[in-house]
């Protein structure tokens, strides 16, 4: 099985430590794309980027902050910034177009398979609604990456590039991680479910890609993107602790119960009352392990 260089870079100071465990993490779950860290040299934007004065990068600008090209030693790079990304209304002046989580160019098969990512937006505002760590959020970005970057590199039986590639990523919503976020806000339901839809995994299945002269089979592709999707798909306990300490009414039930048990074994030395104790504890434990594991609607 071929196996496809993934260099991760970082635009700013302000990239967080995770991003390391990250690319273990990722590198660890599946064995089609090797991750490589490269958080200790920083990218520069170029001088029209600069001069739209981070928190702001313009889109057009960090296009071109590293090249792709068949003769370059890593197959895709993807960007990482605290910055705010969004398009300039006008490169001399302080318009500003909306936010992005993320940017690239699809408009062929050599810049496909690269992006610029962006934190901001997500720690600000995203993640306490989503329940899930910043490096959960970038998991499932890595995959839209991945999944784009292969969809324009896709040949035929005979090995030859297909005519018109297509993207995966489509603008109806279904509960994909290749649904087009158009919406900032639905990009909370894409990271609490992320997940293939069936039309994307019958794509991605029966497809065979070629990158830099390698070729990766499509069912490949798709186990490898399974493993990466449930790294973001499974909350973290202290997320499930989140949640449950954001449900007031459950919250309050429960120390009230385990407050009355508590009092009523201190004063009558009840054994049935420690057998209650004990019930409801347990019934606690299996909670949390239930929403780690197998998590509810609520939380994705």
């Not at 001088?47 to 071109?64: H, T």
């Not at 839209?144 to 324009?152: E, Y």
């Not at 839809?197 to 490898?224: F, H, K, M, Q, S």
């Not at 954001?246 to 009352?273: E, K, N, P, W, Y």
């Amino acid at each position: 099985m071929a196996v496809l260089r993934v260099r991760v870079w970082r635009i700013g100071e302000h990239v967080t430590g995770e991003l390391d465990d990250l690319v273990r993490r990722l590198n660890r779950c599946q064995d089609l794309f090797r991750f490589e860290s490269m958080i200790d040299t920083e990218l520069v934007p170029p001088p029209e980027a600069q001069a739209l004065k981070p928190p702001f990068c313009a889109d057009a600008a960090l296009y071109r902050l590293f090249p792709v090209d068949p003769g370059d030693d890593a197959d895709f790079h993807a960007a990482i910034t605290s910055y705010r990304i969004s398009t300039a209304a006008d490169m001399e002046g302080p318009g500003y177009d909306i936010d992005y989580f993320g940017l690239c160019d699809v408009s062929d098969p050599v810049s496909a398979r690269k992006a610029v990512f962006s934190t901001a937006l997500w720690e600000q505002r995203y993640e306490p609604q989503a329940l899930r760590d910043t490096w959960q959020y970038l998991a499932l970005m890595f995959v839209f990456l991945l999944g784009d970057g292969l969809a324009m590199n896709e040949v035929d039986a005979r090995g030859e590039p297909v005519r018109d590639p297509r993207r995966l990523s489509h603008i109806e919503f279904r509960w994909c991680c290749f649904d087009y976020n158009d919406d900032l806000d639905s990009i909370v339901q894409s990271v609490r479910k992320a997940r293939l839809c069936p039309l994307c995994r019958r794509r991605i299945a029966t497809a065979r890609y070629r990158v830099n002269g390698r070729t990766v089979e499509g069912r490949d592709a798709l186990w490898a993107f399974d493993a990466m999707l449930l790294l973001a798909r499974r909350p973290t306990l202290h997320n499930v602790f989140r949640y449950l300490h954001g449900q007031a009414i459950t919250s309050l039930a429960f120390f009230t119960v385990m407050v009355s048990v508590l009092i009523d074994v201190v004063l009558r030395q009840a054994d049935g009352s420690l057998f209650v104790a004990a019930g409801v504890l347990l019934v606690f434990v299996a909670a949390l392990f239930w929403l780690r594991y197998r998590p509810t609607r609520g939380l994705g």
